[in-house]
């Protein structure tokens, strides 16, 4: 190394990965070398069969290995994080160490990086000649799930086909001065979330079986995962969720206040489904999305009512023909339409009115 800073600082966090490692290394150098500069950065967490050890000849026998060994297992986030610290490249890699990431795709990240000028390549598994190799059902039932979930609750995550993947190169330069929270592993998300860029490539991979070892990886994660969404997202559907819940007490206390008030079913109906709207959009509003607004509020109350426009219908309709037509119970009826216009009313909402 030593001659000037490199293009590429590749981080890979180790954890029992003895007998992998100089495999990786070896097929990284055969994949860049001649073609880009390049730093591989060992962040290993004082593994039990000696990692570290072997990151250490490794960089002895000429390999740009530079080791960051820490004092015990500190989690895959902020290995990730403190492996940036000791970066010295324009562009970051992370990628296991246990060969699912394939080291041949490492061109082509820096490829795309440069040529489409994206501050994000995501080395992606779900899109079309990408995938997973030997993965049970459950497994990737749990993948794509937690990818849906991202992609709902995150705007930032639909900007590639693969927010959970762990392999992605991404410029230096644009989480400079953002504080990175490595609750999570999902250090990608985070960064979507949170760094400063602007376009973001995707390139299909192959998530190949683990070459030596196990996952290190378990159950807990998975909370961990919903946690750190959550935090994320600040909490929206949470208090979107609370809100919807007050404006079911509001629709349902103005049907009684109509029914009472003896305007009749289809009218109390409506007033009811009306009042929520706007009760819901203004707790929504110096609430749940307060940190996205933008404009005048009146701009905001009806660009909210044509994004509630499907669900009210929705609503109104199974309302008129529950109670008003077939004659249940108007609160019932009421109660089924609001279940059946919610998800509709959600997904609008984070598209149009808070964007
Ligand atoms: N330093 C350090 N400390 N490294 C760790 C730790 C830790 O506490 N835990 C895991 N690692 C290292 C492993 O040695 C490996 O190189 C890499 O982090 C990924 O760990 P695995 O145990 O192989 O994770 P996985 O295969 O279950 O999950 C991977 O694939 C997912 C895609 O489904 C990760 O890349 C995830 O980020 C990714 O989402
Ligand atoms: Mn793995």
Redesign the pocket.
């Known amino acids: 190394m030593g001659k000037g800073k490199p293009l590429v600082s590749i981080i ?6 003895r007998e992998n490692l100089p495999i990786l290394v070896e097929r990284i150098s055969k994949a860049l070398n001649g073609k880009y500069s390049y730093e591989i950065i060992v ?3 004082n593994s039990p069969d000696k990692t570290w050890e072997v990151a250490l000849e490794l960089a002895s026998k000429g390999y740009p290995v530079r080791l960051l060994r ?1 004092p015990g ?4 986030g902020t ?1 990730v994080l403190d492996g940036l610290k000791k970066a010295s490249g324009e562009y970051i890699v992370v990628m ?3 060969l ?2 394939p080291p041949e795709v490492l061109p082509k990240l820096v490829e795309k990086a440069l040529s489409e000028n994206a501050d994000i390549v995501v080395a992606s598994r779900y899109m079309p000649g990408g995938g997973v190799e030997g993965w049970s059902f459950i497994r990737k039932l749990v ?1 794509k799930t937690a990818t849906l979930i991202a992609k709902i609750v995150l705007p930032q995550a639909r900007k590639t086909s693969d927010p ?4 992605f190169l991404f410029r230096k330069d644009i989480v400079e001065n953002v504080s990175l929270n490595p609750l999570g ?2 250090i990608l998300l985070e960064i979507l979330v949170k760094a400063r860029y602007r376009r973001v490539v995707d390139v299909p991979y192959v ?1 190949h079986r ?1 070459l030596h070892g196990e ?3 378990g159950v807990k994660e998975i909370w961990r995962y919903i946690k750190h969404v959550l935090r994320l997202s600040e909490y929206r559907p949470l208090k979107f969720a609370v809100v919807g819940a007050s404006g079911v007490l509001v629709n349902e206390g103005v049907l009684f206040l109509g029914l009472t008030l003896g305007l009749g079913k289809a009218l109390s109906g409506l007033l009811s489904i009306e009042a929520s709207i706007i009760s819901n959009f203004i707790l929504n509003d110096i609430w749940t999305f307060r940190s996205r607004r933008k404009g005048s509020m009146l701009w905001r109350l009806i660009k909210y009512h044509f994004s509630v426009a499907l669900g009210a219908v929705i609503m109104y309709s199974v309302y008129f023909t529950l109670a008003v037509i077939l004659g249940f119970n108007p609160y019932i009826s009421m109660l089924i339409g609001i279940v059946l216009g919610f998800i509709a009313n959600y997904l609008l909402s984070e598209i149009i009115v808070w964007r």
């Open positions: 890979v966090p180790t954890y029992n990965e962040v290993d967490d820490r297992k500190l989690g895959l290995a296991d160490a246990d699912q990431h993948s959970m993947s762990g392999f592993y999902k998530f683990r996952s290190k990886l």
